[in-house]
């Protein structure tokens, strides 16, 4: 090993500490740095590619369904803001706001957006005029701003990237089927190519997004037994449609309004597959969105042919569409071996000299570090089962502990006593549909709402908290 370099760091184990284990992961596998601007983040490369894989996966899926890019400005005028004054009061805590152009005091104030609706509001009072004008499809790729206190690598900053989706509708029924339909995507993408099952649901009345009539959302069970919301679809009505005046003639010839959604997820979501696959060694990535998910790594690579041979297997994976690179540094194999593990890399191919003279390579899985021999001449339709058979061993895993850490309860000693002994997960239990016993259950159990799963259970006909007629399952939990 050259004497400059050095082994990849020991991070913290994550039972012992888990919030240092997550920000040991994110800085030393090299996804974000700390900026000098407090509270936002430097995605770095390899980080930025994995967005970018995200992004690319999700767009085509939006594309698929219908849907068409936009891009809106960053700021919004005072005044537009104020238009929607539900959406405008949830917000308000988190602007930024920009005062001055230059040295000149602006004479409106300007938000930098924390999300675009009435951006979107503004854009469809002026475009849609006839039923033929709709629906309207449309999604941005953009960043946001909220003045967060307490900040976190992915899962809180003030300034992240994420997607926005915004559709107009004639009938309240054609939005409904959208708000949902967009959260199924969201849910295939997580558990398909991100490998993390979610339980689908609707948010709670006191828990739903400002301005919206209802919340549907993606909830996830991260390795520490807490939430994470990993994706939301909103259900507008008609009350941004009166708020803009976006009218349109339909065809008996009435003047309507339309019905909205809104719809999106973040960066976040790295944050996610982080916890949700993570281990003591770094990252475990998915092979859908990791950007090497083959490393070469060439075994004593100054003897003649080695490095010549690591070329040509690279060449033949690139070939099949599988994103692979040779390590061919000054690195010790040992040192690759590390860094492979850190970086979440799904598997490693090693070919030596005794490899080739046998007309093979050894490929280790990065999830449980399995070696196989694999006949360089079967190599394709190996890598190819291989990485399929690692996205559904991490999914598994995953959904493994999401069944461990999720418990059925019917009273409130049986939640405290579940989270204890068992640590902490989903609580399921029935509720009355009064917010105050929502109040409750959190203030005794420090446990609140994460949704009412499309999939119910009747546990029980009486509520957890005061024993009134349940109308509902609900998942509770402590979350990010």
């Known amino acids: 090993m050259a004497e400059n370099k050095k082994f990849v760091e020991e991070i913290t184990p994550r039972d012992v500490d888990f919030a ?16 000098s601007v407090k509270g936002c983040m430097i995605i770095r490369p390899y980080g930025y590619a ?18 068409e890019n936009v891009y809106m400005p960053m700021f919004i005028p005072e005044s537009l ?35 675009s609706e009435t951006l979107f509001c503004e854009h469809y009072a002026q475009i849609i005029h006839s039923h033929r004008d709709l629906p309207k499809l449309y999604n941005q790729w953009c960043s946001v701003v ?31 089927l959208e708000t949902e339909r967009m959260l199924s995507i969201y849910a295939d993408f997580c558990c398909e190519d991100l490998n993390m099952p979610v339980i689908k649901g609707r948010k709670t ?69 982080i916890m949700s696959h993570g281990d ?33 297997l690279c060449k033949r994976l690139q070939d099949l569409g599988i994103r692979t690179k040779v390590d061919d540094s000054d690195n010790s194999a040992g040192w690759k071996f590390s860094e492979c593990e850190m970086k979440g890399i799904p598997l490693r191919l090693e070919i030596g000299p005794k490899d080739i003279e046998k007309n093979q390579c050894v490929m280790v899985r990065r999830d449980n570090r399995e070696k196989v021999i694999v006949p360089l001449d079967k190599l394709e339709n190996e890598a190819v089962s291989l990485l399929k058979t690692l996205g559904n061993a991490i999914y598994q895993k995953a959904l493994d502990n999401l069944s461990r850490h999720t418990y059925n309860c019917v009273s409130l000693d049986e939640i405290n006593t579940s989270l204890t002994e068992k640590g902490d997960g989903f609580v399921r239990a029935m509720w009355c549909g009064n917010e105050e016993c929502e109040t409750a259950i959190k203030e005794k159990t420090g446990v609140g709402s994460r949704c009412i799963p499309f999939e119910q259970i009747n546990l029980s006909d009486k509520c957890i908290c005061c024993g009134g007629k349940a109308e509902t399952m609900v998942y509770w939990g402590k979350a990010y």
Request: aromatic share 10%; proline share 3%; glycine share 8%.
């Open 20 to 35: 240092k284990w997550y920000t040991d992961i994110v800085k030393k596998a090299d996804l974000i740095d700390y900026s």
């Open 50 to 67: 994995i967005w970018e894989n995200i992004q690319r996966i999700l767009d085509k899926r939006f594309k698929n369904s219908g849907h």
């Open 81 to 115: 803001l104020n238009k929607e004054k539900k959406h405008v009061a949830g917000f308000a805590p988190e602007v930024a706001w920009v005062t001055h152009g230059g040295s000149e005091l602006l004479q409106e104030r300007l938000c930098v957006r924390p999300t």
């Open 146 to 176: 909220r003045w967060e206190k307490t900040t976190r690598p992915f899962l809180r900053s003030r300034e992240f990237l994420w997607q926005e989706g915004h559709t107009a509708h004639a009938t309240a029924e054609e939005a409904i």
């Open 205 to 273: 009345e006191s828990d739903k997004f400002a301005g919206a009539v209802a919340t549907y959302a993606i909830e996830a069970l991260m390795h520490d037994g807490k939430a994470l919301q990993a994706g939301t679809s909103h259900y507008f009505g008609d009350g941004f449609a009166r708020a803009f005046d976006i009218t349109y003639t339909s065809k008996e010839n009435k003047m309507e309004y339309v019905f909205q959604t809104s719809w999106g997820v973040s960066t976040r979501l790295m944050g996610g597959i």
């Open 280 to 312: 003591d060694s770094g990252l475990v990535l998915p092979p859908a969105i990791a950007p090497v998910q083959v490393m070469i790594i060439p075994v004593a690579q100054h003897k003649e042919g080695v490095l010549d041979m690591a070329g040509q």
